[in-house]
């Protein structure tokens, strides 16, 4: 499927104008407003939640929302090409990998890289180069390579002197439509792959673009590999969107596809890409995204059952336990009376998954000799995989512990941050830590225990962990063990756990090593300050 074609049966699927048949192969799409979002204005910030959006039929006969719209609209741009990683022994590993191609600043300082429209919707102002923004610590978070339409510009103008039709007529005034520079975006995107790849992250009502931009695999000129955005987990309602090829689209080199979800229920998922995924994944493509929940917005003069109450009327969240054998978050057994204004793993109800910081840590092994073989140009042997590096947030010890982004000099002779996301975990003495734990290893389960301070999982595969009665089904324990394609919500709780350092590790003793070196592996720091 051509790119145009691609290009316009996004927007026809997502409601907007289709792009003028000059479009070019990379492109971007951020919409300041949608159906379901219709007021721009109100599409940059995250309103409170006070009731379920209410729907009527509208004019074309589509739904649209009449009176208090819940949500707003993100955006993100993400390259799929390869790229360096530096292990824990100090060895440079080639990937597979994708990078981040907008919020460059806010991914390099450990946060997702979504944004709002009017981030999203920004000119830089200079001039990207390799590496960037390792390379210059320049700050820019809106999408790399987006510029005015010159040629729509020029096009219309000419067109208005003569009196005749404008060939873009939907070109907005300041002439953004998601024409890009196709420059700055392989000067940023060549050999600049992250593990994980960058994380997502929204809330739940929000409607979420996400381009995909296929830069090519530099090392591997031979391969003419397609990329897709595959959500693991995640229940979206259309295939098209899914990112499984075989009954979705693939993105060729050279051309970008923007994805579109509603989000869906709260909770903890991750995404791969889906073109032969046990090599894709072993070799790099992998990344987190997670839901914030509805009550994160609920007033602090509201009670928490309240508003779970109130969301029984949304048809898409609605849980009735008595009729929906798959309903997922029903009312808690009991009212604790807890009001909202706080930070929340899920719509609990009862404030059961109330934390104060958040940390993210996806777990993923390398083998190194896959890894060689898979830029050399040999055959790679998918039976005899085996990993020996072990990593969270892509990092070994005792690189899990640095602070900030780790830069990787890749072929290009250029600094990138390979692995921007650290995997410290810092506690306030009496605070709550959710930790995001998600596992896309393709060889080995992984266990992970903790030291001196219990772990409350409240949350499996995106799930909280309830019954049908609404009775809470969370428990406690030292030590978790997941398998690739799974994922935990883990509180620490550091309520009289003395001031210290304690350790987040796995008792696996072999995945306690980088590669021949001991020490190192799947290990990190919890710091209670």
Same mark, same amino acid.
């Given at each position: ?42 599409n940059n910030s995250e309103p409170a939640y006070t009731s379920p959006t209410s ?344 690189d899990t512990v640095t602070a900030g982004p780790l830069s990787t000099v890749s ?22 830590? &959710?930790?995001?734990?998600?596992? $896309? !290893? #393709?060889?080995?389960?992984? @266990?992970?225990?903790?030291? +001196? ?28 063990? &997941?398998?690739?394609?799974?994922? $935990? !919500? #883990?509180?620490?709780?550091? @309520?009289?756990?003395?001031? +210290? ?15 021949a070196e001991n020490f190192g592996g799947l290990m990190t720091e919890i710091h209670?300050?």
């Amino acid at each position: 499927m051509s790119s145009k074609i691609v290009g316009t049966l996004v927007l026809a699927l997502t409601g907007f104008a289709a792009m003028p048949a000059i479009a070019q192969s990379f492109r971007v799409q951020c919409p300041t407003s949608t159906i379901t979002h219709p007021t721009a204005a109100n599409n940059n910030s995250e309103p409170a939640y006070t009731s379920p959006t209410s729907q009527t039929l509208g004019p074309n006969g589509y739904l649209v929302p009449s009176t208090n719209v819940n949500g707003a609209i993100k955006c993100q741009q993400i390259s799929g090409g390869d790229g360096y990683a530096t292990m824990g022994d100090g060895t440079q590993t080639y990937m597979f990998s994708f990078g981040p191609l907008s919020g460059i600043t806010n991914i390099s300082s450990g946060q997702p890289g979504t944004e709002f429209p009017a981030g999203f919707n920004t000119v830089f102002g200079g001039t990207l180069v390799p590496g960037d923004p390792a390379t210059n610590g320049v700050v820019y978070n809106g999408a790399v390579g987006l510029t005015p339409d010159a040629d729509c510009i020029a096009d219309n103008a000419a067109a208005a002197a003569a009196g005749s039709a404008l060939p873009c007529p939907n070109l907005p005034a300041n002439g953004l439509d998601g024409h890009v520079d196709p420059r700055p975006i392989m000067d940023v995107g060549v050999m600049n792959g992250n593990i994980p790849a960058p994380l997502m992250a929204i809330d739940e009502d929000d409607e979420f673009f996400l381009t995909l931009t296929n830069v090519g695999m530099i090392m591997r000129p031979d391969l003419f590999e397609q990329h897709t955005v595959h959500f693991h987990g995640y229940p979206n309602a259309s295939a098209f969107y899914d990112g499984v090829p075989d009954a979705s689209v693939a993105i060729n080199i050279g051309g970008s596809f923007t994805y579109y979800y509603l989000a869906p229920d709260a909770g903890t998922y991750f995404w791969h890409c889906h073109i032969t995924p046990p090599e894709h994944l072993q070799m790099g493509m992998v990344g987190q995204i997670y839901v914030r929940p509805r009550q994160n917005r609920v007033p602090s003069s509201t009670t928490l059952y309240a508003a779970l109450t109130a969301q029984q009327g949304d048809p898409r969240t609605a849980c009735n336990s008595a009729a929906d054998i798959l309903c997922s978050n029903p009312l808690p057994a009991v009212n604790t009376g807890a009001t909202g204004g706080g930070k929340y793993a899920y719509n609990d109800g009862d404030g059961s998954t109330a934390y104060d910081v958040e940390y993210p840590l996806q777990i993923h092994g390398f083998d190194p000799n896959f890894h060689f073989v898979g830029m050399t140009f040999n055959p790679e042997g998918f039976t005899d995989m085996k990993d020996k590096y072990f990593l969270l947030n892509g990092r070994s010890y005792p690189d899990t512990v640095t602070a900030g982004p780790l830069s990787t000099v890749s072929a290009d002779g250029v600094g990138h941050f390979s692995q921007p996301l650290p995997s410290i975990i810092n506690i306030t003495a009496g605070q709550k830590a &959710l930790l995001r734990i998600s596992d $896309l !290893d #393709v060889t080995e389960y992984q @266990t992970l225990a903790s030291l +001196g301070i219990r772990m409350h999982v409240v949350g499996y595969n995106a799930k909280l962990l309830r019954d049908q009665a609404g009775n809470n089904m969370s428990y406690y324990t030292n030590s978790i063990t &997941l398998a690739g394609g799974e994922s $935990l !919500d #883990v509180i620490l709780d550091s @309520t009289g756990v003395p001031v +210290g350092t304690y350790y987040l590790y796995t008792p696996n003793l072999d995945h306690l090593s980088n590669d021949a070196e001991n020490f190192g592996g799947l290990m990190t720091e919890i710091h209670v300050n």
